[in-house]
Protein backbone atom coordinates (compact mmCIF):
# COMPACT_ATOMS: atom_id res chain seq x y z
CA UNK A 1 0.00 0.00 0.00
CA UNK A 2 0.89 3.93 -0.45
CA UNK A 3 2.30 6.34 2.05
CA UNK A 4 0.50 9.25 3.54
CA UNK A 5 1.11 12.05 2.14
CA UNK A 6 0.70 15.37 4.25
CA UNK A 7 0.42 18.71 2.24
CA UNK A 8 0.46 21.94 3.97
CA UNK A 9 -0.88 25.64 2.84
CA UNK A 10 -1.60 29.05 3.79
CA UNK A 11 -5.18 29.37 5.08
CA UNK A 12 -6.10 31.67 2.36
CA UNK A 13 -8.24 32.13 -1.06
CA UNK A 14 -5.08 32.55 -2.55
CA UNK A 15 -3.04 29.10 -1.82
CA UNK A 16 -6.81 27.67 -2.29
CA UNK A 17 -7.04 28.86 -5.77
CA UNK A 18 -3.47 27.76 -6.54
CA UNK A 19 -4.52 23.94 -5.44
CA UNK A 20 -4.77 22.24 -8.39
CA UNK A 21 -4.83 18.71 -8.28
CA UNK A 22 -8.21 16.93 -8.88
CA UNK A 23 -7.20 14.49 -6.91
CA UNK A 24 -7.99 16.30 -3.57
CA UNK A 25 -11.49 17.64 -4.96
CA UNK A 26 -13.56 14.17 -4.91
CA UNK A 27 -11.75 12.13 -2.88
CA UNK A 28 -11.95 10.92 1.42
CA UNK A 29 -9.49 13.18 2.71
CA UNK A 30 -8.44 14.35 6.21
CA UNK A 31 -7.22 17.46 7.09
CA UNK A 32 -6.89 19.92 9.91
CA UNK A 33 -6.94 23.97 10.62
CA UNK A 34 -4.43 25.79 12.25
CA UNK A 35 -2.78 28.63 14.52
CA UNK A 36 -0.20 28.34 17.09
CA UNK A 37 -2.77 28.08 19.70
CA UNK A 38 -5.90 26.62 18.38
CA UNK A 39 -6.54 23.61 15.79
CA UNK A 40 -10.22 22.27 13.84
CA UNK A 41 -9.96 18.75 12.47
CA UNK A 42 -11.90 17.39 9.92
CA UNK A 43 -12.83 14.82 7.32
CA UNK A 44 -14.39 15.33 3.73
CA UNK A 45 -14.57 14.23 0.18
CA UNK A 46 -15.03 17.76 -1.30
CA UNK A 47 -11.64 19.33 0.03
CA UNK A 48 -11.89 22.56 -2.00
CA UNK A 49 -15.61 23.39 -1.80
CA UNK A 50 -15.12 22.26 2.45
CA UNK A 51 -12.23 24.73 2.34
CA UNK A 52 -14.48 27.69 0.95
CA UNK A 53 -17.03 26.93 3.56
CA UNK A 54 -14.29 27.09 6.79
CA UNK A 55 -13.07 30.29 4.77
CA UNK A 56 -16.55 31.98 5.28
CA UNK A 57 -16.61 30.66 8.66
CA UNK A 58 -15.70 33.52 11.54
CA UNK A 59 -14.93 31.13 13.58
CA UNK A 60 -12.25 30.03 11.78
CA UNK A 61 -10.38 33.70 10.26
CA UNK A 62 -7.67 33.66 12.64
CA UNK A 63 -6.85 30.03 11.90
CA UNK A 64 -3.54 30.48 9.46
CA UNK A 65 -2.79 26.98 7.93
CA UNK A 66 -4.28 24.03 6.30
CA UNK A 67 -3.20 20.28 6.20
CA UNK A 68 -4.35 17.92 4.06
CA UNK A 69 -4.20 14.50 4.86
CA UNK A 70 -3.98 11.67 1.93
CA UNK A 71 -3.77 8.24 1.11
CA UNK A 72 -4.55 5.59 -1.92
CA UNK A 73 -6.60 3.66 0.49
CA UNK A 74 -8.90 6.34 1.53
CA UNK A 75 -12.63 5.68 2.12
CA UNK A 76 -15.51 7.54 4.41
CA UNK A 77 -15.07 5.10 7.09
CA UNK A 78 -11.49 5.46 7.23
CA UNK A 79 -11.43 8.84 7.16
CA UNK A 80 -14.28 9.08 9.68
CA UNK A 81 -12.72 6.73 12.10
CA UNK A 82 -9.24 8.69 11.49
CA UNK A 83 -10.68 12.17 12.15
CA UNK A 84 -11.90 10.64 15.76
CA UNK A 85 -8.35 9.80 16.53
CA UNK A 86 -6.73 12.77 15.60
CA UNK A 87 -9.29 15.03 17.73
CA UNK A 88 -8.86 12.53 20.46
CA UNK A 89 -5.00 12.58 20.30
CA UNK A 90 -4.82 16.67 19.50
CA UNK A 91 -6.85 17.32 22.84
CA UNK A 92 -4.27 14.49 24.70
CA UNK A 93 -1.63 16.56 23.40
CA UNK A 94 -2.69 19.49 24.92
CA UNK A 95 -0.68 22.14 22.50
CA UNK A 96 -3.80 23.52 21.44
CA UNK A 97 -7.38 24.73 22.07
CA UNK A 98 -10.06 22.54 20.04
CA UNK A 99 -12.96 24.62 18.00
CA UNK A 100 -14.36 21.03 17.14
CA UNK A 101 -18.25 20.00 18.15
CA UNK A 102 -19.04 16.70 19.07
CA UNK A 103 -19.56 13.63 17.22
CA UNK A 104 -23.25 13.01 15.89
CA UNK A 105 -25.44 10.08 16.62
CA UNK A 106 -25.62 9.44 13.07
CA UNK A 107 -21.80 8.96 12.26
CA UNK A 108 -21.07 6.40 15.06
CA UNK A 109 -17.16 4.59 14.04
CA UNK A 110 -18.16 1.29 13.29
CA UNK A 111 -16.30 -1.75 12.30
CA UNK A 112 -14.91 -1.51 8.27
CA UNK A 113 -12.52 -4.21 6.25
CA UNK A 114 -9.51 -3.78 7.82
CA UNK A 115 -10.06 -1.22 10.51
CA UNK A 116 -6.86 -2.38 12.48
CA UNK A 117 -4.71 -1.09 9.75
CA UNK A 118 -6.10 2.36 9.73
CA UNK A 119 -6.13 2.77 13.10
CA UNK A 120 -2.82 1.39 13.99
CA UNK A 121 -0.39 1.73 10.80
CA UNK A 122 -1.96 4.29 9.13
CA UNK A 123 -2.86 6.47 12.20
CA UNK A 124 1.15 6.13 13.73
CA UNK A 125 2.36 6.83 9.97
CA UNK A 126 -0.14 10.04 10.64
CA UNK A 127 1.27 10.97 14.20
CA UNK A 128 4.68 10.45 13.98
CA UNK A 129 4.62 13.03 10.06
CA UNK A 130 3.07 15.61 12.89
CA UNK A 131 6.11 14.79 15.33
CA UNK A 132 8.65 15.17 12.93
CA UNK A 133 6.61 18.40 11.39
CA UNK A 134 6.78 19.51 15.07
CA UNK A 135 3.28 20.25 14.63
CA UNK A 136 2.41 17.96 17.82
CA UNK A 137 4.53 17.68 21.03
CA UNK A 138 4.18 14.16 22.38
CA UNK A 139 4.70 10.28 20.88
CA UNK A 140 1.27 8.74 20.79
CA UNK A 141 2.19 6.23 23.60
CA UNK A 142 2.77 9.12 25.86
CA UNK A 143 -0.62 10.83 24.81
CA UNK A 144 -2.69 7.46 25.29
CA UNK A 145 -1.62 7.40 29.12
CA UNK A 146 -2.90 10.64 30.16
CA UNK A 147 -6.02 11.15 31.91
CA UNK A 148 -7.35 13.97 29.37
CA UNK A 149 -7.13 11.79 26.09
CA UNK A 150 -9.31 8.80 28.41
CA UNK A 151 -11.90 11.42 28.99
CA UNK A 152 -11.71 12.82 26.57
CA UNK A 153 -15.59 14.06 25.36
CA UNK A 154 -14.68 13.39 21.76
CA UNK A 155 -13.85 9.59 22.82
CA UNK A 156 -15.99 6.98 20.04
CA UNK A 157 -18.15 5.55 22.35
CA UNK A 158 -20.06 2.02 21.48
CA UNK A 159 -23.09 1.47 20.64
CA UNK A 160 -24.67 0.81 24.02
CA UNK A 161 -22.69 4.12 25.39
CA UNK A 162 -24.23 5.91 22.07
CA UNK A 163 -27.69 5.04 23.23
CA UNK A 164 -27.54 5.87 26.74
CA UNK A 165 -26.12 9.28 25.57
CA UNK A 166 -28.68 9.90 23.33
CA UNK A 167 -31.10 9.26 26.06
CA UNK A 168 -29.74 11.88 28.47
CA UNK A 169 -29.52 14.51 26.00
CA UNK A 170 -33.76 13.45 25.45
CA UNK A 171 -34.32 13.98 28.95
CA UNK A 172 -32.71 17.09 29.33
CA UNK A 173 -34.01 18.92 26.59
CA UNK A 174 -37.81 17.03 27.20
CA UNK A 175 -37.69 17.95 31.01
CA UNK A 176 -35.60 21.34 31.33
CA UNK A 177 -39.25 23.32 31.57
CA UNK A 178 -40.97 20.70 33.93
CA UNK A 179 -42.07 22.45 36.86
CA UNK A 180 -40.92 19.79 38.90
CA UNK A 181 -37.20 18.42 38.87
CA UNK A 182 -36.56 16.04 37.18
CA UNK A 183 -33.58 12.87 38.12
CA UNK A 184 -32.06 10.30 35.84
CA UNK A 185 -30.09 8.05 37.41
CA UNK A 186 -27.43 5.86 35.48
CA UNK A 187 -26.17 2.44 37.38
CA UNK A 188 -23.05 0.85 36.45
CA UNK A 189 -19.61 -0.67 38.43
CA UNK A 190 -16.12 -0.16 37.40
CA UNK A 191 -14.93 -0.14 34.88
CA UNK A 192 -17.72 0.09 32.41
CA UNK A 193 -16.81 3.92 31.20
CA UNK A 194 -19.22 5.77 32.82
CA UNK A 195 -17.08 9.14 33.21
CA UNK A 196 -16.46 8.43 29.41
CA UNK A 197 -20.18 9.12 28.54
CA UNK A 198 -20.81 11.79 30.94
CA UNK A 199 -17.95 13.93 29.50
CA UNK A 200 -19.39 13.28 25.99
CA UNK A 201 -22.95 13.88 27.06
CA UNK A 202 -21.88 17.41 28.85
CA UNK A 203 -20.09 18.42 26.52
CA UNK A 204 -22.58 18.29 23.82
CA UNK A 205 -24.99 19.85 26.69
CA UNK A 206 -23.08 22.62 26.53
CA UNK A 207 -22.74 22.95 22.65
CA UNK A 208 -26.85 23.15 22.94
CA UNK A 209 -26.57 25.54 24.84
CA UNK A 210 -25.27 27.96 22.53
CA UNK A 211 -27.77 26.21 20.14
CA UNK A 212 -30.75 29.10 19.30
CA UNK A 213 -32.89 25.84 18.42
CA UNK A 214 -32.10 23.73 20.97
CA UNK A 215 -34.46 23.61 24.66
CA UNK A 216 -31.29 23.51 26.52
CA UNK A 217 -30.04 27.25 24.51
CA UNK A 218 -28.83 29.68 27.22
CA UNK A 219 -28.81 27.43 29.98
CA UNK A 220 -26.59 27.21 33.06
CA UNK A 221 -25.13 23.77 33.30
CA UNK A 222 -22.75 21.99 35.48
CA UNK A 223 -20.63 18.36 36.26
CA UNK A 224 -20.20 17.23 39.99
CA UNK A 225 -17.77 15.14 41.30
CA UNK A 226 -16.78 15.10 44.84
CA UNK A 227 -13.37 13.82 43.72
CA UNK A 228 -10.05 16.39 43.69
CA UNK A 229 -8.13 14.49 41.29
CA UNK A 230 -10.48 14.02 38.90
CA UNK A 231 -11.97 17.26 39.06
CA UNK A 232 -8.27 18.41 38.66
CA UNK A 233 -9.11 16.12 35.12
CA UNK A 234 -12.21 17.71 34.28
CA UNK A 235 -11.03 21.06 34.24
CA UNK A 236 -7.79 20.46 32.20
CA UNK A 237 -9.82 18.78 29.83
CA UNK A 238 -12.13 21.87 29.19
CA UNK A 239 -9.01 24.79 28.91
CA UNK A 240 -8.62 22.60 25.45
CA UNK A 241 -12.62 22.47 23.97
CA UNK A 242 -14.05 25.18 22.50
CA UNK A 243 -17.65 24.85 24.25
CA UNK A 244 -16.37 23.59 28.13
CA UNK A 245 -15.20 26.44 30.60
CA UNK A 246 -13.59 25.55 34.04
CA UNK A 247 -16.35 26.62 36.19
CA UNK A 248 -18.94 24.75 34.48
CA UNK A 249 -17.19 22.05 36.45
CA UNK A 250 -17.42 21.98 40.30
CA UNK A 251 -17.30 19.78 43.76
CA UNK A 252 -20.55 19.15 45.16
CA UNK A 253 -20.04 21.68 48.85
CA UNK A 254 -18.85 24.41 46.59
CA UNK A 255 -21.73 23.93 44.21
CA UNK A 256 -24.24 24.38 46.79
CA UNK A 257 -23.19 26.81 48.75
CA UNK A 258 -23.08 28.80 45.48
CA UNK A 259 -26.65 27.96 44.78
CA UNK A 260 -27.66 28.66 48.30
CA UNK A 261 -26.64 32.71 47.25
CA UNK A 262 -29.27 33.05 44.32
CA UNK A 263 -32.94 31.99 44.31
CA UNK A 264 -32.39 30.84 40.31
CA UNK A 265 -32.25 27.17 39.77
CA UNK A 266 -29.33 25.66 37.70
CA UNK A 267 -30.16 24.05 34.59
CA UNK A 268 -28.86 20.59 34.00
CA UNK A 269 -26.64 19.19 36.75
CA UNK A 270 -24.59 16.11 35.98
CA UNK A 271 -23.16 14.54 38.78
CA UNK A 272 -19.83 11.94 38.46
CA UNK A 273 -19.06 9.33 41.03
CA UNK A 274 -22.42 10.40 43.18
CA UNK A 275 -21.22 7.56 45.15
CA UNK A 276 -19.23 10.02 47.11
CA UNK A 277 -21.77 12.32 47.96
CA UNK A 278 -21.79 13.15 51.61
CA UNK A 279 -24.98 11.52 52.69
CA UNK A 280 -25.14 14.17 56.25
CA UNK A 281 -23.30 16.94 57.53
CA UNK A 282 -19.78 17.08 57.29
CA UNK A 283 -18.28 20.25 59.11
CA UNK A 284 -14.54 18.95 57.90
CA UNK A 285 -15.76 19.60 53.97
CA UNK A 286 -18.27 22.69 55.00
CA UNK A 287 -21.25 20.81 54.23
CA UNK A 288 -23.78 21.45 57.02
CA UNK A 289 -27.24 20.18 55.01
CA UNK A 290 -28.65 16.78 55.59
CA UNK A 291 -27.66 15.17 52.43
CA UNK A 292 -25.83 16.98 49.50
CA UNK A 293 -27.79 14.41 46.63
CA UNK A 294 -30.82 16.32 48.19
CA UNK A 295 -29.76 19.52 47.97
CA UNK A 296 -28.76 19.09 44.44
CA UNK A 297 -31.71 18.58 43.46
CA UNK A 298 -33.55 21.54 45.39
CA UNK A 299 -31.27 23.70 43.87
CA UNK A 300 -31.65 22.23 40.00
CA UNK A 301 -34.02 21.63 37.39
CA UNK A 302 -32.81 18.37 35.98
CA UNK A 303 -30.21 15.63 37.61
CA UNK A 304 -28.52 12.93 36.15
CA UNK A 305 -27.03 10.74 38.52
CA UNK A 306 -24.49 8.40 37.76
CA UNK A 307 -23.29 5.86 40.85
CA UNK A 308 -21.94 2.55 41.86
CA UNK A 309 -22.97 1.48 45.25
CA UNK A 310 -19.87 -0.66 45.26
CA UNK A 311 -17.18 2.15 45.34
CA UNK A 312 -19.18 3.63 48.54
CA UNK A 313 -16.08 4.71 50.78
CA UNK A 314 -17.06 6.54 53.88
CA UNK A 315 -19.70 6.05 56.23
CA UNK A 316 -20.71 10.19 55.54
CA UNK A 317 -20.93 9.00 51.63
CA UNK A 318 -22.86 5.65 52.77
CA UNK A 319 -25.47 5.27 50.37
CA UNK A 320 -27.57 1.56 50.32
CA UNK A 321 -30.89 1.12 47.70
CA UNK A 322 -32.92 2.24 49.86
CA UNK A 323 -31.66 5.64 51.31
CA UNK A 324 -31.22 6.20 47.07
CA UNK A 325 -34.90 5.36 46.52
CA UNK A 326 -36.35 7.38 49.34
CA UNK A 327 -34.48 10.32 48.17
CA UNK A 328 -35.24 10.37 44.04
CA UNK A 329 -38.51 8.41 44.31
CA UNK A 330 -40.71 11.67 44.20
CA UNK A 331 -38.31 12.95 41.26
CA UNK A 332 -37.48 9.41 39.34
CA UNK A 333 -40.13 8.97 36.29
CA UNK A 334 -37.62 6.68 34.91
CA UNK A 335 -35.75 3.31 35.77
CA UNK A 336 -32.19 3.98 36.16
CA UNK A 337 -30.42 2.54 33.02
CA UNK A 338 -27.79 0.22 34.14
CA UNK A 339 -24.41 0.07 31.99
CA UNK A 340 -22.62 -3.47 32.37
CA UNK A 341 -19.70 -3.88 29.65
CA UNK A 342 -16.18 -3.89 30.74
CA UNK A 343 -13.96 -1.58 29.50
CA UNK A 344 -11.46 -0.96 31.24
CA UNK A 345 -9.82 -4.40 32.03
CA UNK A 346 -8.58 -6.78 29.49
CA UNK A 347 -9.52 -9.50 31.24
CA UNK A 348 -12.10 -12.55 30.61
CA UNK A 349 -14.78 -12.95 33.01
CA UNK A 350 -12.96 -15.25 35.18
CA UNK A 351 -10.88 -12.51 36.54
CA UNK A 352 -13.95 -9.97 36.79
CA UNK A 353 -15.66 -12.93 38.81
CA UNK A 354 -12.95 -13.85 40.85
CA UNK A 355 -12.68 -9.87 41.87
CA UNK A 356 -16.09 -9.83 42.51
CA UNK A 357 -15.54 -12.94 44.50
CA UNK A 358 -12.92 -12.21 46.83
CA UNK A 359 -14.91 -8.60 47.98
CA UNK A 360 -17.94 -11.01 48.90
CA UNK A 361 -14.93 -12.96 50.86
CA UNK A 362 -14.94 -15.69 48.82
CA UNK A 363 -11.30 -17.00 47.60
CA UNK A 364 -11.68 -18.89 44.21
CA UNK A 365 -8.94 -20.62 42.35
CA UNK A 366 -6.62 -18.21 40.53
CA UNK A 367 -8.18 -18.24 36.56
CA UNK A 368 -6.04 -18.41 33.99
CA UNK A 369 -5.57 -15.69 31.41
CA UNK A 370 -3.47 -15.24 28.42
CA UNK A 371 -4.57 -12.17 27.61
CA UNK A 372 -4.26 -10.35 31.76
CA UNK A 373 -1.33 -10.59 33.67
CA UNK A 374 -2.62 -12.15 37.13
CA UNK A 375 -0.44 -12.64 39.64
CA UNK A 376 0.39 -13.02 43.61
CA UNK A 377 3.32 -12.30 45.09
CA UNK A 378 5.46 -13.62 48.36
CA UNK A 379 7.43 -10.29 48.74
CA UNK A 380 5.77 -6.22 48.41
CA UNK A 381 9.20 -5.34 47.01
CA UNK A 382 9.26 -7.88 44.68
CA UNK A 383 6.00 -6.53 43.54
CA UNK A 384 7.08 -2.93 43.51
CA UNK A 385 10.14 -3.93 41.59
CA UNK A 386 8.26 -5.71 38.88
CA UNK A 387 5.79 -2.82 38.57
CA UNK A 388 8.64 -0.53 37.90
CA UNK A 389 9.39 -3.13 34.68
CA UNK A 390 6.15 -2.85 33.74
CA UNK A 391 6.13 1.27 34.13
CA UNK A 392 9.10 1.36 32.23
CA UNK A 393 7.60 -1.12 29.59
CA UNK A 394 4.38 0.28 28.98
CA UNK A 395 4.25 3.62 31.37
CA UNK A 396 1.36 4.23 33.75
CA UNK A 397 2.01 1.42 36.21
CA UNK A 398 2.03 1.89 39.83
CA UNK A 399 1.52 0.27 43.52
CA UNK A 400 -1.46 1.12 45.26
CA UNK A 401 -2.48 0.65 48.77
CA UNK A 402 -5.79 -0.62 51.22
CA UNK A 403 -5.54 2.37 53.98
CA UNK A 404 -4.41 0.65 56.31
CA UNK A 405 -0.81 2.97 57.15
CA UNK A 406 -0.96 5.95 58.82
CA UNK A 407 -1.43 9.57 56.95
CA UNK A 408 -2.08 13.14 58.10
CA UNK A 409 -3.37 15.74 55.93
CA UNK A 410 -0.18 17.66 57.92
CA UNK A 411 1.92 18.12 55.37
CA UNK A 412 4.40 15.22 56.39
CA UNK A 413 5.60 12.80 54.02
CA UNK A 414 4.14 9.00 55.44
CA UNK A 415 5.78 6.01 54.72
CA UNK A 416 4.20 2.14 53.50
CA UNK A 417 6.50 -0.32 55.15
CA UNK A 418 5.69 -4.00 54.61
CA UNK A 419 8.20 -6.39 54.11
CA UNK A 420 11.78 -5.17 53.02
CA UNK A 421 9.71 -2.51 51.31
CA UNK A 422 9.33 1.32 52.36
CA UNK A 423 8.17 3.60 50.14
CA UNK A 424 5.69 7.37 50.15
CA UNK A 425 2.39 7.19 49.84
CA UNK A 426 -0.66 8.66 49.63
CA UNK A 427 0.97 12.07 48.00
CA UNK A 428 -1.36 14.68 46.31
CA UNK A 429 -0.06 17.67 46.57
CA UNK A 430 0.00 19.29 43.26
CA UNK A 431 -2.40 20.51 40.07
CA UNK A 432 -1.29 17.62 38.37
CA UNK A 433 -3.01 13.81 38.53
CA UNK A 434 -1.19 11.04 41.03
CA UNK A 435 -0.40 8.45 38.40
CA UNK A 436 0.19 10.51 35.79
CA UNK A 437 3.58 11.83 37.99
CA UNK A 438 6.70 10.43 36.71
CA UNK A 439 7.93 10.18 40.27
CA UNK A 440 4.85 8.54 41.83
CA UNK A 441 6.28 5.19 40.55
CA UNK A 442 8.49 5.15 43.71
CA UNK A 443 5.40 6.00 45.54
CA UNK A 444 1.98 3.64 47.03
CA UNK A 445 -1.34 5.69 45.77
CA UNK A 446 -4.69 5.38 47.98
CA UNK A 447 -8.11 5.03 46.69
CA UNK A 448 -8.21 8.75 46.53
CA UNK A 449 -5.51 9.12 44.32
CA UNK A 450 -6.32 6.29 42.06
CA UNK A 451 -10.50 6.20 42.32
CA UNK A 452 -12.06 6.54 38.73
CA UNK A 453 -8.08 6.72 36.49
CA UNK A 454 -6.65 3.65 34.88
CA UNK A 455 -3.50 1.83 35.00
CA UNK A 456 -1.70 -0.36 32.90
CA UNK A 457 -0.47 -2.66 35.90
CA UNK A 458 -1.65 -2.09 38.83
CA UNK A 459 0.04 -3.96 42.39
CA UNK A 460 -1.91 -3.70 45.14
CA UNK A 461 -1.35 -3.94 48.32
CA UNK A 462 -3.89 -5.68 50.82
CA UNK A 463 -2.77 -3.84 54.46
CA UNK A 464 -3.45 -5.36 57.92
CA UNK A 465 -7.11 -4.68 58.01
CA UNK A 466 -7.44 -7.79 54.84
CA UNK A 467 -6.67 -11.07 56.51
CA UNK A 468 -7.89 -14.74 56.64
CA UNK A 469 -10.16 -16.82 58.11
CA UNK A 470 -9.39 -20.22 58.17
CA UNK A 471 -11.70 -21.86 59.60
CA UNK A 472 -13.98 -20.63 56.84
CA UNK A 473 -11.78 -20.13 54.19
CA UNK A 474 -12.50 -16.46 53.42
CA UNK A 475 -11.27 -12.99 53.82
CA UNK A 476 -11.61 -11.54 57.53
CA UNK A 477 -11.91 -7.78 57.47
CA UNK A 478 -10.43 -6.16 60.82
CA UNK A 479 -11.91 -2.86 60.68
CA UNK A 480 -9.79 -1.34 63.86
CA UNK A 481 -7.07 -2.01 61.72
CA UNK A 482 -8.43 0.45 59.14
CA UNK A 483 -6.22 3.89 59.16
CA UNK A 484 -8.86 6.03 57.28
CA UNK A 485 -10.44 7.68 60.50
CA UNK A 486 -12.22 10.05 57.85
CA UNK A 487 -13.91 6.97 55.68
CA UNK A 488 -15.91 5.87 59.47
CA UNK A 489 -16.85 9.40 61.09
CA UNK A 490 -20.50 9.99 60.51
CA UNK A 491 -22.36 7.14 61.67
CA UNK A 492 -25.71 8.25 63.09
CA UNK A 493 -28.64 6.88 60.76
CA UNK A 494 -26.90 3.35 59.94
CA UNK A 495 -28.36 0.46 62.13
CA UNK A 496 -24.60 -1.82 61.28
CA UNK A 497 -22.86 0.40 61.52
CA UNK A 498 -19.67 -2.46 62.05
CA UNK A 499 -21.49 -4.60 58.48
CA UNK A 500 -21.01 -0.77 57.03
CA UNK A 501 -17.76 -0.44 58.25
CA UNK A 502 -16.50 -3.86 56.50
CA UNK A 503 -18.15 -3.22 53.43
CA UNK A 504 -16.43 -0.12 52.83
CA UNK A 505 -12.79 -1.49 53.00
CA UNK A 506 -14.26 -4.57 50.87
CA UNK A 507 -15.77 -1.45 48.77
CA UNK A 508 -12.01 0.02 48.50
CA UNK A 509 -10.39 -3.31 47.35
CA UNK A 510 -13.19 -3.65 44.75
CA UNK A 511 -11.78 0.16 43.27
CA UNK A 512 -8.17 -0.93 43.74
CA UNK A 513 -8.11 -3.94 42.09
CA UNK A 514 -10.11 -3.27 38.96
CA UNK A 515 -7.93 -0.44 38.26
CA UNK A 516 -5.19 -2.26 36.02
CA UNK A 517 -6.46 -2.29 32.04
CA UNK A 518 -3.29 -4.92 31.09
CA UNK A 519 -2.93 -6.66 34.94
CA UNK A 520 -2.99 -6.82 38.50
CA UNK A 521 -0.51 -8.03 40.97
CA UNK A 522 -1.44 -8.53 44.70
CA UNK A 523 0.73 -8.75 48.24
CA UNK A 524 -1.14 -9.24 51.23
CA UNK A 525 0.20 -8.19 54.14
CA UNK A 526 -1.12 -10.49 56.47
CA UNK A 527 0.95 -13.88 56.42
CA UNK A 528 -1.86 -16.26 56.39
CA UNK A 529 -4.01 -14.77 53.73
CA UNK A 530 -0.88 -14.34 51.81
CA UNK A 531 0.13 -17.92 52.15
CA UNK A 532 -3.54 -18.86 51.08
CA UNK A 533 -3.67 -16.86 47.85
CA UNK A 534 0.16 -18.25 47.42
CA UNK A 535 -1.39 -21.96 47.17
CA UNK A 536 -4.09 -20.74 44.27
Given at each position: ??????????????????????????????????????????????????????????????????????????????????ETKLINYFLGDDRYRLQNKSQTAQSVTHNYHNKEFYDKEIFNDIWKELLKRKMVNNPAHVIENRDIFKLSPFKELTMTQLELKTKILEVCEEHIKDNETFVFMVKGEAGVGKSVVLSSVFNSIQELAAD????????????????????????????????????????????????????????VVLVDEAHLLLSRADAFNGFNEDNQLEEIIKHSKVVIVVYDEKQVLKLKSYWDKERLKKIVSGYQREEPYVLKEQFRMNAGDDVIDWIDNFVEKRILELPKDELYDFKIFDSAKEMHDAIVEKNKEHGLSRVVSTFDYEHKKDGEQYYIREDNLEIPWNLTDTKNTWAEKPETIKE??????????????????????????????????????????EAFRGKDGIEDVERAKEQIILNSINVLMKRGMKGLYIYASDEELRKRLLEL
Open positions: MGLVELKTWDFDRSALDQIKSERYFDYPVVYFLNNNTTVYIGETVAFKNRMKSHLNNKERKNLEKMTLIIHEEFHRSATYNLKNSNLHQTKNYLLVNHSEMLKTYKNIAANVKFLKKNNFDKPTSFINKQKKTTEKADAGSIYTIQGFDLNYVGVILGPSVTYDDQNDCLKILTEKYSDT
